[in-house]
């Protein structure tokens, strides 16, 4: 059981650039989400899904893309990458609404030049 | 949507000292809120979570006590250790996902 995994754990990419956030679990969750966390600003919600084919706008949503085809992966895609979203990317899951734990996965650092 | 606050950015105190962080939330529909630690490098991980119909909780040397009157919960630490130094997040439910605060980072020497 290996939970919430996220690849790659690293990447740089150039302004323009695009590039997809790999994220999968194995505990039939059916609510997964998309965080970005910068120093000082807390963890902000940019995408969520509450089961396959739906998901939904968090606090922070421009500039990125999700889709939900399967209950286990939820993929976070960046087009037109710009320096704005240099952050580390977090990828949670939760077994029912949200008022169960979220189960994090170890983050994606991305860096945008 | 939900919004919440979270006080002090930054908690220095001596081992052996009790910490204190506080927050606030604004959707008066949220009824769950719980409080993540995340260390250096490492995803953030759940501490302790409340939820609306209780005023309290505790688990060892942490508690977390909730006013849903005035919309604020605290997050209390005794006894602190110098691996309780980390970077704690408060997080309320508005609607169908969490809101975290800022987070504080508490450093705890020895």
């Known amino acids: 059981n290996a939970g919430v995994t996220q690849t790659p754990k690293f990447r740089i990419l150039k302004i323009g650039q695009s590039m997809t956030l790999q994220c999968t679990q194995d505990m039939n969750h059916n609510y997964m989400y998309w965080y970005r966390q910068d120093p000082g600003m807390g963890l902000k919600l940019i995408y969520y899904s509450v089961g396959a084919g739906i998901t939904d706008k968090g606090e922070v949503p421009n500039g990125y893309n999700v889709s939900r085809s399967t209950t286990e992966d939820f993929p976070l895609r960046l087009e037109l990458a710009a320096p704005s979203q240099t952050s580390v990317y977090f990828c949670?899951?939760?077994?029912?609404?949200?008022?169960?734990?979220?189960?994090f996965g170890n983050g994606t650092r991305l860096t945008v030049t | 949507g939900e919004n919440v606050e979270q006080h002090p950015s930054t908690l220095s105190v001596q081992e052996g000292d009790s910490a204190v962080i506080k927050c606030t939330y604004s959707d008066s529909a949220s009824n769950y809120f719980p409080w993540y630690k995340q260390e250096l490098g490492k995803r953030p991980q759940l501490i302790i979570d409340?939820?609306?119909?209780?005023g309290e909780k505790k688990d060892q040397r942490i508690a977390v006590t909730l006013n849903k009157t005035a919309k604020h919960f605290s997050l209390h630490i005794t006894e602190t250790q110098p691996e309780d130094s980390a970077v704690y997040f408060c997080?309320?439910?508005?609607?169908?996902?969490?809101?975290f605060g800022k987070g504080t980072t508490l450093s705890v020497s020895s």
């Open positions: 997080a309320a439910n508005g609607g169908t996902a969490l809101i």
């Open positions: 949670a899951s939760s077994s029912t609404t949200a008022v169960s734990p979220l189960h």
């Open positions: 409340i939820r609306s119909n209780v």
